[in-house]
């Protein structure tokens, strides 16, 4: 896809990108003035006018409607996890499988999606955002199909797992195309904070569509609901998104392609099975060992091939690592937590699994709320800040949910108030995350930083998912207590550790963003970190407006705290 117009014309990861005929001095500054002012302005906190970037004469209305397309997709892949989750127990009972299988119809879809997001995102950087997109859409599509006919779990197993690989491809084109959409600024903001509102309707949406549908209608209507709603997508993406073409992103890499895939794969396998054959089993030590044994394979590779899966200068770069691995952090101690409420509600408090669904509600209302204001917060008070901010309301609210736990208590009293808490950090944990880690991505490289940032979002679910399960069911083991929540106690303070592991990061997060970036992925020189991709780091109304867009004093760290 064609780089969109609106994102000011010069270097970018250091080769020459022009734009809507605007012209590149020696420099790599920009020939336009107006991009410079518009850059100057972004870095003071200046919010862009309501109708977003505009790509090649775009309309702004057929752009609003792309980015409804594009939130929608994030809204059809979270709904669907948490409407199996509903489903499964109609699923047992109809198939006459045993709770091992069943495991394993939510397993197959979380190996695959985990280990193909990487390639998925390298694969549309290659050919093209909505040909990979609309193939992700067809492969879940009829996956889906399937799943609704299947007779025997082991062919709703592989239904399952073939929709992970329709869903890899589809979500990380999606948001590839969302940050092509959406080039810098506060318009990425705001299109990133309606991917995180989605993200936090689609949990509740698919509980309550979950168990509406299996009641009335049998859980293989779940399996249509995802046909009917993916065909819409695609019919809307024909008419909605730019054809485009190969985005400039040179050769394959098929040994690291494998050696990805699989390590990555078998990590997943390791890691979602670990719960059934604990940790010290031999599957599970066999497949961990071998999954980063390849994993370390592919590192050797890319380090000496022409035209790498994932160029080692771009894991170079030391905003989109640390990233990465505040949003794996993020999801370790926010995934976990779905889970952990629900199963207290239902378990302890002996709620419905659907009334239980439902007392996650308020939250994800609070998120739908927050996460469109996310881009005007890190304009008025720097994405630094933000993130810093957002990272202490999650470990508070974990901590306060933590303590509030009782045998005997209530929705009001136990859950109620501090999920209000966690509505407010999720968006901006994640809008800010997902901003650093994107920032530095070039046009041919924004389906590799979807991947990546996919990916590290992905294990860290799966990772916190394991660890913080083992946490609750080892604490609920040793309890004498009759309904005992030592358990769940147990496994939100770790929770809550990790988040304060990440507000440790996210500050210094914010001291490395000073100076020149590192190398681009060609191996050439790249100018700072534009205040026009990342909104600011540090207070606005404190950066210096004299200088170009790419003067380092406009977004120098305030901090004075050196470049790593």
């Known amino acids: 896809m064609p780089a969109p117009a609106g994102r000011p014309p010069g270097r970018i990861n250091g080769s020459r990108v022009p734009h809507g005929g605007a012209t590149d001095t020696a420099d790599g500054r920009s020939g336009d003035a107006g991009g410079r002012h518009r850059a100057v302005a972004e870095a003071a906190g200046a919010t862009e006018a309501a109708e977003p970037a505009q790509a090649g004469g775009r309309p702004a209305r057929r752009t609003k409607a792309a980015l409804a397309l594009l939130a929608s997709t994030q809204l059809l892949l979270i709904m669907d996890t948490a409407i199996i989750n509903v489903a499964l127990p109609s699923v047992g009972k109809d198939l006459g499988a045993d709770s091992a299988a069943l495991s394993w119809v939510a397993n197959a879809f979380l190996i695959t999606?985990?280990?193909?997001?990487?390639?998925?995102?390298?694969?549309?950087?290659?050919?093209?955002?909505?040909?990979?997109?609309?193939?992700?859409?067809?492969?879940?599509?009829?996956?889906?199909?399937?799943?609704?006919?299947?007779?025997?779990?082991?062919?709703?197993?592989?239904?399952?797992?073939?929709?992970?690989?329709?869903?890899?491809?589809?979500?990380?084109?999606?948001?590839?195309?969302?940050?092509?959409?959406?080039?810098?600024g506060a318009a990425r903001h705001q299109a990133l904070g309606a991917f995180a509102a989605m993200g936090g309707l689609g949990g509740v949406a698919g509980t309550v569509l979950g168990g509406v549908l299996t009641d009335a209608l049998g859980w293989r209507a779940t399996f249509w609901l995802n046909v009917g709603v993916a065909l819409l997508l695609a019919v809307a993406a024909l008419r909605l998104l730019d054809a485009g073409g190969r985005t400039g992103a040179r050769g394959f890499d098929p040994v690291g392609a494998c050696t990805a895939t699989a390590g990555l794969g078998l990590v997943a396998y390791a890691l979602v099975g670990a719960g059934e054959a604990g940790w010290t089993s031999a599957r599970t030590l066999a497949a961990g060992g071998a999954g980063l044994a390849l994993l370390g394979a592919f590192a050797l590779v890319e380090a000496k091939i022409a035209h790498p899966l994932v160029p080692p200068a771009v894991l170079r770069r030391p905003v989109l690592r640390r990233a990465n691995v505040l949003s794996a952090l993020a999801q370790m101690s926010l995934f976990p937590m779905f889970f952990l409420v629900s199963l207290y509600l239902q378990s302890v408090l002996g709620q419905s699994p659907l009334v239980g669904g439902l007392g996650l509600l308020p939250l994800s209302l609070v998120v739908v709320a927050v996460a469109?204001?996310?881009?005007?917060?890190?304009?008025?008070?720097?994405?630094?800040?933000?993130?810093?901010?957002?990272?202490?309301?999650?470990?508070?609210?974990?901590?306060?949910?933590?303590?509030?736990?009782?045998?005997?208590?209530?929705?009001?009293?136990?859950?109620?108030?501090?999920?209000?808490?966690?509505?407010?950090?999720?968006?901006?944990?994640?809008?800010?995350?997902?901003?650093?880690?994107?920032?530095?991505?070039?046009?041919?490289?924004?389906?590799?930083?979807?991947?990546?940032?996919?990916?590290?979002?992905?294990?860290?679910?799966?990772?916190?998912?394991?660890?913080?399960?083992?946490?609750?069911?080892?604490?609920?083991?040793?309890?004498?207590?009759?309904?005992?929540?030592?358990?769940?106690?147990?496994?939100?303070?770790?929770?809550?550790?990790?988040?304060?592991?990440?507000?440790?990061?996210?500050?210094?997060?914010?001291?490395?963003?000073?100076?020149?970036?590192?190398?681009?992925?060609?191996?050439?020189?790249?100018?700072?970190?534009?205040?026009?991709?990342?909104?600011?780091?540090?207070?606005?109304?404190?950066?210096?407006?004299?200088?170009?867009?790419?003067?380092?004093a406009v977004h120098q760290d305030r901090s004075g705290g050196a470049p790593e």
């Open 113 to 184: 999606f985990g280990g193909l997001l990487l390639l998925a995102g390298r694969t549309a950087d290659l050919l093209g955002h909505r040909r990979s997109y609309l193939t992700g859409l067809g492969v879940l599509t009829g996956a889906s199909v399937v799943g609704a006919v299947a007779g025997t779990t082991e062919l709703l197993i592989a239904a399952r797992a073939v929709q992970g690989v329709g869903a890899a491809f589809a979500a990380a084109a999606a948001f590839a195309l969302l940050l092509n959409l959406f080039p810098h």
């Open 372 to 552: 469109p204001q996310a881009g005007a917060v890190i304009g008025r008070i720097g994405l630094g800040t933000t993130m810093t901010v957002g990272f202490a309301l999650l470990g508070v609210g974990l901590v306060w949910l933590a303590l509030a736990l009782r045998p005997d208590g209530t929705f009001f009293s136990t859950v109620f108030a501090p999920s209000l808490v966690l509505g407010v950090a999720l968006p901006l944990v994640m809008v800010t995350t997902n901003v650093a880690a994107t920032a530095d991505a070039a046009p041919e490289e924004t389906g590799l930083a979807s991947g990546l940032i996919n990916t590290s979002q992905q294990f860290g679910s799966v990772l916190g998912l394991a660890v913080l399960v083992a946490v609750a069911t080892a604490g609920t083991a040793g309890s004498d207590a009759p309904v005992p929540t030592s358990g769940f106690r147990n496994a939100l303070l770790v929770g809550a550790g990790i988040a304060a592991l990440a507000v440790l990061l996210a500050l210094r997060l914010r001291r490395s963003t000073a100076g020149p970036r590192p190398p681009g992925a060609d191996g050439t020189a790249a100018g700072p970190l534009s205040a026009t991709e990342t909104g600011a780091w540090t207070s606005p109304a404190r950066a210096p407006l004299a200088g170009p867009a790419t003067d380092p």
